[in-house]
């Protein structure tokens, strides 16, 4: 079982950043993908970034967001730059143990958390 807790959340102004962390229980961290997903209201849950043995993104999030990871801490993290208000959302932290799957199809993933708020602001 893996148990996972994000925090980092908050209201931040257009243009700012915010670092979302997401701690990790269990021994199998290290072997498992992790990835963000958001949802605005009213829309699907949708891929942010995952990484693995390198790091996917959306193309929404290029070059303003990245994800790294903390396998000592059991940690990962997304930094978000240049929050645009279209980046409001409830962000999710995800993990799986599968290998060579699509880590952007949320039925890839295997345990989520409960969820961060970030709402930026014109």
């Known amino acids: 079982q893996v148990q996972l807790v994000e925090s980092g959340g908050g209201l931040v102004q257009a243009g700012g950043s915010l670092r979302l962390s997401c701690a990790a229980s269990?021994?199998?961290?290290?072997?498992?993908?992790m990835g963000w997903f958001r949802q605005a209201p009213g829309k699907e849950r949708e891929f942010v970034a995952a990484?693995?043995?390198?790091?996917y993104y959306a193309d929404s999030v290029k070059g303003r967001f990245t994800i790294s990871r903390d396998n000592a801490k059991n940690t990962v993290y997304l930094q978000m730059n240049s929050l645009k208000p279209e980046d409001t959302a409830v962000y999710y932290c995800?993990?799986?143990?599968?290998?060579?799957?699509?880590?952007?199809?949320?039925?890839?993933?295997?345990?989520w958390g409960q969820g961060t708020q970030v709402t930026v602001s014109l």
């Open positions: 995800a993990a799986t143990l599968n290998f060579f799957v699509d880590y952007a199809v949320p039925r890839n993933y295997d345990y």
């Open positions: 269990g021994r199998t961290f290290s072997n498992s993908a």
């Open positions: 990484i693995k043995w390198t790091t």
